[in-house]
């Protein structure tokens, strides 16, 4: 059974940062693409950032210079460390595997202006 759990969500003024966790059981990450989303109240769910098992990873035009995604095979664990974070980023953010339908339970972040 694959589990996702997600960690590190938070209130922050703009122009701070945040560091999210995600840790899988189930399946190792290494060998399979893992990514972040997010969600805003009344939107789509977007893509952030893609991490895949070869190449660089991939970002949504709206975060990239500013969030970094990263994966701890150690620990069979994906990061999305985000800086200069802006009002605009306020979402809940969920880790998961969209073609396998993996989803974490999602991690509040909420950027005061």
């Known amino acids: 059974q694959v589990q996702l759990v997600e960690s590190g969500g938070g209130l922050v003024q703009a122009g701070g940062s945040l560091r999210l966790s995600c840790a899988a059981s189930?399946?190792?990450?290494?060998?399979?693409?893992i990514g972040w989303y997010r969600q805003a109240p009344g939107k789509q769910r977007e893509l952030v950032a893609l991490?895949?098992?070869?190449?660089?990873?991939d970002y949504g035009d709206a975060v990239k210079g500013r969030f970094t995604i990263s994966r701890d095979d150690a620990k069979n664990s994906v990061y999305l460390q985000m800086n200069n974070l802006k009002p605009e980023d306020t979402a809940v953010y969920y880790c998961?595997?969209?073609?396998?339908?993996?989803w974490g339970q999602g991690t509040q972040v909420t950027v005061s202006s």
């Open positions: 189930g399946i190792t990450l290494r060998y399979n693409t």
């Open positions: 998961g595997m969209a073609r396998d339908g993996y």
């Open positions: 991490i895949k098992r070869f190449g660089s990873p």
